[in-house]
């Protein structure tokens, strides 16, 4: 076998190998309100769901500690931060917060499965530090699917 034919082979072979490799399972996104609101909402939803709506947790970065712990771990999460929205949202949200019918997973990360929480996670000031991602690492791999 000639060498070019050799790098042929391994070429094809290693293609493969790396777009499985950078092909993440995991999905970190945003949404607004209303959106979040649904899609959580919906009986067949089953995912990790957050709202980010206290003003400290705004300022000290918990979000970005959270990025990070879900992308390392290639989970996928949906959330909502109630501290970048207009006014009338933040209304809303408020309004919304009250209703006994309506979950809404503030300040925790929520598990949920066919609509239905079956997790919780508290989110603190622990998350940005290391014990608080590795807890929170482990509350994803107990619970992602």
């Known amino acids: 076998m000639t060498k070019k034919k050799v790098y042929a082979v391994l070429f094809t072979l290693l293609i493969p190998m790396v777009l499985l490799g950078c092909s993440g399972g995991g999905q970190v996104e945003e949404m607004g309100y209303q959106d979040f609101k649904e899609t959580i909402g919906e009986e067949d939803f089953t995912g990790f769901a957050y709202i980010l709506s206290n003003f400290k947790a705004e300022e000290d970065g918990y979000l970005n500690s959270i990025i ?65 991602r590795k807890a929170l690492s482990s509350f994803i791999n107990e619970n992602k699917e």
């Open 68 to 132: 990070d712990v879900f992308e390392e771990e290639n989970a996928s999460l949906v959330f909502y931060n109630d501290q970048q929205a207009s006014d009338r949202t933040h209304e809303i949200f408020n309004e919304d917060s009250g209703k006994i019918d309506l979950y809404l997973p503030t300040n925790d990360i929520a598990y949920i499965v066919d609509g239905e929480v079956v997790a919780e996670f508290e989110i603190d000031e622990q998350i940005t530090m290391n014990e608080g």
